[in-house]
Nanobody
Framework: QVQLVESGGGLVQPGGSLRLSCAASIDIFNIYTMGWYRQAPGKRREFLAVDTVGGGTNYVDSVKGRFTISRDNAKNTVNLQMNSLKGEDTAVYYC?????????WGQGTQVTVSS
C-alpha cells in the first residue's frame, strides 16, 4: 500500500507564494506519473499538474506560468511551487501517484488565499 502525505498548505495573501510537498512511502524514482489536483468548495476535483518519467510536465491553463511541479527523488517527494496566488486558488490540494494502473491519493492540504 502506497501512502502519500501532503504538507505546506496554509493561509496566504493574494500575490503570495506557497510550496506544497507530498511525501511518498515508497521510492518515487520508478513511479511513472505523479501530480496534483485541487478541489474547491462545491466544485469538482480539478487537475492541476502532472510529472511523468521521461514525459515531462503538463499543467492546466489556469496555473501555467504560476505553478511549477517538481520531484525530489532523494526525499521521495513531489512538490508544487505556487506563485502569484489568487483568491480562486483557494481549495484543498491533493497529490496523486499512478502505479500499475492504480491511483493513490493523499489526504489533502488546505490552501486559503485571502487578505
Amino acid at each position: 500500500q502506497v501512502q502519500l502525505v501532503e504538507s505546506g498548505g496554509g493561509l496566504v495573501q493574494p500575490g503570495g507564494s506557497l510550496r506544497l510537498s507530498c511525501a511518498a512511502s515508497i521510492d518515487i524514482f520508478n513511479i511513472y506519473t505523479m501530480g496534483w489536483y485541487r478541489q474547491a468548495p462545491g466544485k469538482r476535483r480539478e487537475f492541476l499538474a502532472v510529472d511523468t518519467v521521461g514525459g515531462g510536465t503538463n499543467y492546466v491553463d489556469s496555473v501555467k506560468g504560476r505553478f511549477t511541479i517538481s520531484r525530489d527523488n532523494a526525499k521521495n517527494t513531489v512538490n508544487l511551487q505556487m506563485n502569484s496566488l489568487k483568491g480562486e486558488d483557494t481549495a484543498v490540494y491533493y497529490c496523486f501517484a499512478r502505479i500499475a494502473a492504480s491511483d493513490y491519493w493523499g489526504q489533502g492540504t488546505q490552501v486559503t488565499v485571502s487578505s
